[in-house]
C-alpha cells in the first residue's frame, strides 16, 4: 500500500468536506439557489483578501485574472512597469506585450526580492506609466516580496498596484487595502483548498476608473462584465458550479480557524521546514523565504530531477522541483492551505530518505528535531491563548 500526500506549490490538497461539497448534485448557475452560495462567497472572499471591494470570479486559472489584469484596465501603447523576478513575474510583462503594452522590466536575481527603491526610480523616470506589476509570493522561487512597500510609493502616484498572489493570498499576510494594492489576483488551487479552475480578482476605485479609457481587446476575461453580473449575485458566463459549492465549504473552514491564525500556522510551518532542511545539510534557495513554500537547492552530485520523481512514485509524496533555469537545481515543497504540522517532519523524513538513496548523507533525525522545535513551540504558544 502507497498513502499519497501532495506537498507541491498547487495544486494543494483539498479537504475531504470540500471534495464532497463538489461531488453533491449540480444546481443550476441561473436560480436563486446559487446566487445565494455565489454571495455567500464573494463575502467570505473579501476577509480572505482583507478588502471591502468586491472580490470577482472566473472559471479559468490564475493567469486568466492575470490576463484580464492587463486587458480590461490599459490600452495598446500604455506603460507598464512588470517586475520580472521569476517565471510569474515574467509571466506578467509577456501578458502586457501580448496587447501591446510597452513593458518597462525590472528584472530581479532568481531568488531575491525587488528592491522597493528600484520600483520608486522607474515611476519617476517614466510618470506615465499606467500600472506596475509584482508578484507577492514568487511560486517558481518561493521568494516573498515586500507588497507592502510597493504599495506606499506606488499609491502615491497616478498608477496602480496589480499583484499576482496565487500562492500567497490565504497563506501570507496580504492586506489588500490597508497597503494599498488596486488590483490582486489568486487561483482556487493552492492556499484556498479547491482542485484548480477558479480565478478570483478584487479591484480598487482608483483602477476601475481605467476601464473607461481602457482599449486593448477583451471578452471573456472582461472585468467590467464581471463586476456588472456579480451586481446580481451572477456571473457573466457559465461558472464552475461545483467548484463554487467547494469553495462556499473552504471558506467556512478558513472562516473557523480565522485568517489571521491561517497565516500565523502557515508561517510557524514554513519557518520548521526550513529549519529542518538547513539541519538535514540542505541549503535554502530564496534569500527572502515565503512561508508558503520552501526552495531548496539540489545537493551536488544528485540527480535533481530525479528527486522530486522518487519521493512521488515510491514514497507518495508529490513535491516540485524547478522550473525553467531552475529545472533540476530545486525543488519545492508546499506548507500552504489543508497542511497540518505533523506534514512538516513527514515531508523531511521523506524527502532525507529519497537523498539517502541518491546518495547524499542526509541527516533526517536533526532534521526532525529542528522541525520539531518550531512546531512544539508553536504549540505550546496556542494553547496557552
Not at 461539497?21 to 464573494?42: D, G, N, Q, Y
Not at 511560486?139 to 497616478?158: C, E, F, N, Y
Request: aromatic share 6%; net charge neutral; hydrophobic share 40%.
Amino acid at each position: 500500500m502507497l498513502k499519497k500526500y501532495i506537498m507541491s506549490p498547487g495544486p494543494t490538497e483539498v479537504p475531504p468536506s470540500v471534495l464532497l461539497r463538489t461531488a453533491e448534485p449540480i444546481i443550476h448557475h441561473r436560480t436563486s439557489e446559487f446566487e445565494k452560495v455565489l454571495a455567500s462567497v464573494s463575502e467570505g472572499l473579501k476577509e480572505v483578501f482583507k478588502t471591502s471591494n468586491s472580490v470577482l470570479t472566473f472559471a479559468s486559472s490564475g493567469t486568466g485574472a492575470m490576463q484580464g489584469a492587463v486587458s480590461s484596465f490599459l490600452s495598446p501603447g500604455d506603460k507598464a512597469i512588470c517586475i520580472r523576478g521569476g517565471k510569474f513575474g515574467e509571466r506578467w510583462g509577456e501578458i502586457c506585450k501580448a496587447f501591446g503594452v510597452e513593458v518597462i522590466a525590472i528584472d530581479v536575481p532568481w531568488g531575491e526580492s525587488v528592491d522597493p527603491t528600484s520600483v520608486d526610480k522607474a515611476l519617476k523616470a517614466n510618470p506615465d506609466v499606467k500600472a506596475v506589476y509584482s508578484t507577492h509570493c514568487e511560486t517558481s522561487t518561493g521568494t516573498l516580496h515586500d507588497i507592502q512597500a510597493l504599495g506606499a510609493i506606488v499609491s502615491k502616484t497616478p498608477a496602480i498596484l496589480v499583484v499576482d498572489a496565487v500562492s500567497s493570498m490565504g497563506s501570507e499576510k496580504c492586506l489588500t487595502d490597508e497597503w494599498g494594492i488596486d488590483i490582486v489576483v489568486t487561483g482556487s488551487q493552492k492556499a484556498l483548498m479547491l482542485p484548480p479552475g477558479l480565478a478570483f480578482a478584487s479591484v480598487s476605485e482608483k483602477a476601475w476608473a481605467l476601464t473607461k479609457t481602457a482599449k486593448c481587446p477583451e471578452y471573456y476575461f472582461s472585468y467590467t462584465k464581471a463586476r456588472k453580473s456579480l451586481e446580481k449575485n451572477t456571473t457573466a458566463y457559465t461558472p464552475a458550479v461545483s467548484l463554487i459549492m467547494g469553495l462556499d465549504e473552504a471558506l467556512k473552514i478558513i472562516k473557523q480557524e480565522g485568517i489571521e491564525a491561517v497565516w500565523t500556522r502557515t508561517e510557524e510551518m514554513g519557518k520548521a521546514m526550513r529549519a529542518g532542511m538547513i539541519r538535514m545539510g540542505l541549503e535554502l534557495y530564496s534569500k527572502r523565504p515565503a512561508s508558503a513554500l520552501t526552495s531548496v537547492n539540489v545537493p551536488q552530485g544528485v540527480n535533481g530531477d530525479a528527486l522530486p520523481k522518487k519521493v512521488r512514485v515510491e514514497y507518495g509524496l508529490t513535491i516540485a522541483g524547478g522550473q525553467d533555469e531552475l529545472k533540476g537545481k530545486i525543488f519545492r515543497v508546499s506548507t500552504m492551505g489543508y497542511a497540518d504540522l505533523m506534514d512538516v517532519p513527514m515531508a523531511l523524513t521523506v524527502i532525507g530518505m529519497a537523498l539517502k538513496e541518491l546518495g547524499f548523507d542526509a541527516e533526517i533525525g536533526r532534521a526532525i528535531d529542528a522541525a520539531v522545535e518550531v512546531l512544539y513551540a508553536y504549540k505550546v504558544r496556542k494553547t496557552a491563548k
